[in-house]
T-cell receptor
Framework: AQKVTQAQTEISVVEKEDVTLDCVYETRDTTYYLFWYKQPPSGELVFLIRRNSFDEQNEISGRYSWNFQKSTSSFNFTITASQVVDSAVYFCALSEDPGKLIFGTGTRLQVFP | DGGITQSPKYLFRKEGQNVTLSCEQN?????MYWYRQDPGQGLRLIYYSQIVNDFQKGDIAEGYSVSREKKESFPLTVTSAQKNPTAFYLC?????????????FGDGTRLSIL
């Protein structure tokens, strides 16, 4: 069965610290997709990144970077030099079947000034 | 601006009452989805639709119903059969129904029991 585990329920850091959010997934399929979403206090989920199972290249987008490792079934997300505006709940999700996203329980990140 | 509009933002339901949550998108997306979010939990899929006049049950469809008569609209009805409806409901859409398509979300509707 598909499953996504985000073991960190809540993380607190001080501004400018680097922080890594962990995501471990389980799937039997060889073709799958992984996503990260951000949920600010306003409630809507904001799409951050998609990675397919055939592409293990790490990705960097500004202060955000993602480390995908099939060998450990992990898709971790790092924020460099965190800012107060990064405070949100972050969800990792796995997709196999058309239209079915399996979400982790989320990690609440609090960045203090 | 293109996007997904959910209404109302807050909704209260009396015991034994059906209520309908609205979701409209102007992104010209084929696929639409409804999720439920409970405190401290991830999102769980209620229903999804990959094309007009067609929809499938998700993981927690019991007590809910949907329709997809128009491409831009995917209303969700929470029926009286749903015994624990208090939650945050999120609607999403994607260009197509494939697993590789990112889903774009609305602002959500918070439903509470009176």
């Amino acid at each position: 069965a598909q499953k996504v585990t985000q073991a960190q329920t809540e993380i607190s850091v001080v501004e400018k610290e680097d922080v890594t959010l962990d995501c471990v997934y389980e799937t039997r399929d060889t073709t799958y997709y992984l996503f990260w979403y951000k949920q600010p206090p306003s409630g809507e989920l904001v799409f951050l990144i998609r990675r397919n199972s055939f592409d293990e290249q790490n990705e960097i987008s500004g202060r955000y970077s993602w480390n995908f490792q099939k060998s450990t079934s992990s898709f971790n997300f790092t924020i460099t030099a965190s800012q107060v505006v990064d405070s949100a709940v972050y969800f990792c999700a796995l997709s196999e079947d058309p239209g079915k996203l399996i979400f982790g329980t989320g990690t609440r990140l609090q960045v203090f000034p | 601006d293109g996007g997904i509009t959910q209404s109302p933002k807050y909704l209260f339901r009396k015991e034994g009452q059906n209520v309908t949550l609205s979701c409209e998108q102007n992104l010209n997306h084929d696929a639409m989805y409804w999720y439920r979010q409970d405190p401290g939990q991830g999102l769980r899929l209620i229903y999804y639709s990959q094309i007009v006049n067609d929809f499938q049950k998700g993981d927690i469809a019991e007590g809910y119903s949907v329709s997809r008569e128009k491409k831009e609209s995917f209303p969700l009805t929470v029926t009286s059969a749903q015994k624990n409806p208090t939650a945050f409901y999120l609607c999403a859409s994607s260009i197509a129904g494939g697993g590789n398509q990112p889903q774009h979300f609305g602002d959500g509707t918070r439903l509470s029991i009176l």
